[in-house]
């Protein structure tokens, strides 16, 4: 793939989105100072580009710190259906039919971010994860493979050729395992991230447009989890069609 092709990270893109996730992650807001800390970078570049965002609505200022504007969620409102829409009742709903966590998942980027959670999570190192939302790698997740797999071809490509830079043999991997996970819909993380969990994930769709996952997660100790998750992931699927089939 040419150079112009390939998704390559950019110092000033990072650091823009370094900068809107700290003050997304700071209700009180975040000073220049800690910016300039957070992105590693001269407090003088950092006020440039703090500058131009409150401009444009992406931060807003209030006694020199800096919170999260409205522009990010006027762009999602103007794009329409970019976030799945599953409310935290029906996402415990899911969690009891499957009789396992749900967490349900976005691709951001290279990354896959936890939205929300159902259900009881047992693997209390998990939790903070989901509920800080916290960035997870594409390929080391069941949720981000099959995020990754339901993407855009042409994107999807340039997305493996910079995974590939990092962890060529995930990457290899996943490819073989891409028409499997494209057949069944279904995708699946033995110990990937966590050597003591299981977890398997299914499609959250908008018409024929895969918008998230939901991974359902298990405590790792053999073959029988698999027989499990695969059991929870039925039911879940039922429901989840009988729900469409009554609205």
Same mark, same amino acid.
């Given at each position: 793939?040419?150079?112009?092709?390939?998704?390559?990270?950019?110092?000033?893109?990072?650091?823009?989105?370094?900068?809107?996730?700290?003050?997304?992650?700071?209700? *009180?807001?975040?000073?220049? %100072? +800690?910016?300039?800390?957070?992105? #590693? =970078?001269? $407090?003088?570049?950092?006020?440039?580009?703090?500058?131009?965002?409150? =401009? !444009?609505?992406? @931060?807003?200022?209030?006694?020199?710190?800096?919170?999260?504007?409205?522009?990010?969620?006027?762009?999602?409102?103007?794009?329409?259906?970019?976030?799945?829409? /599953?409310?935290?009742?029906?996402?415990?709903?899911?969690?009891?039919?499957?009789?396992?966590?749900?967490?349900? !998942?976005?691709?951001?980027?290279?990354?896959?971010?936890? @939205?929300?959670?159902?259900?009881?999570?047992?693997?209390?190192?998990?939790?903070?994860?989901?509920?800080?939302?916290?960035?997870?790698?594409?390929?080391? !997740?069941? $949720?981000?493979?099959?995020?990754? =797999?339901?993407?855009? #071809?042409? +994107?999807?490509?340039?997305?493996?050729?910079?995974?590939?830079?990092?962890?060529?043999?995930?990457?290899? +991997?996943?490819?073989? =395992?891409?028409?499997? /996970?494209?057949?069944?819909?279904?995708?699946?993380? #033995?110990? @990937?991230?966590?050597? *003591?969990?299981?977890? @398997?994930?299914?499609?959250?769709?908008?018409?024929?447009?895969?918008?998230?996952?939901?991974?359902?997660?298990?405590?790792?100790?053999?073959?029988? *989890?698999?027989?499990?998750?695969?059991?929870? $992931? %039925?039911?879940?699927?039922?429901?989840?069609?009988?729900?469409?089939?009554?609205?």
């Amino acid at each position: 793939m040419s150079e112009h092709g390939r998704r390559r990270r950019h110092r000033t893109v990072d650091r823009v989105v370094w900068i809107l996730e700290a003050a997304a992650r700071a209700p *009180e807001g975040v000073t220049v %100072a +800690e910016l300039a800390r957070t992105v #590693e =970078a001269p $407090a003088s570049s950092v006020q440039d580009l703090v500058n131009g965002l409150v =401009a !444009t609505g992406f @931060l807003l200022e209030q006694h020199r710190r800096f919170r999260l504007g409205p522009a990010p969620h006027v762009l999602n409102l103007i794009a329409g259906r970019v976030v799945p829409r /599953i409310g935290q009742a029906e996402l415990e709903e899911m969690s009891r039919v499957a009789g396992t966590p749900v967490l349900l !998942t976005v691709r951001v980027g290279l990354d896959a971010v936890y @939205l929300a959670r159902g259900g009881e999570e047992h693997i209390p190192r998990l939790v903070p994860l989901a509920d800080q939302h916290m960035a997870r790698p594409l390929l080391r !997740t069941a $949720a981000g493979r099959l995020l990754l =797999a339901f993407t855009d #071809e042409a +994107e999807r490509r340039g997305l493996l050729d910079e995974l590939a830079r990092h962890d060529p043999d995930a990457v290899a +991997e996943f490819r073989s =395992a891409l028409p499997a /996970i494209r057949a069944s819909r279904i995708s699946r993380s #033995e110990g @990937l991230a966590d050597p *003591e969990v299981s977890a @398997l994930a299914i499609p959250v769709t908008d018409g024929p447009v895969v918008t998230g996952a939901l991974a359902l997660i298990h405590q790792r100790r053999g073959r029988s *989890e698999r027989l499990r998750l695969d059991r929870a $992931a %039925a039911r879940l699927l039922a429901h989840i069609q009988e729900s469409r089939m009554s609205r």
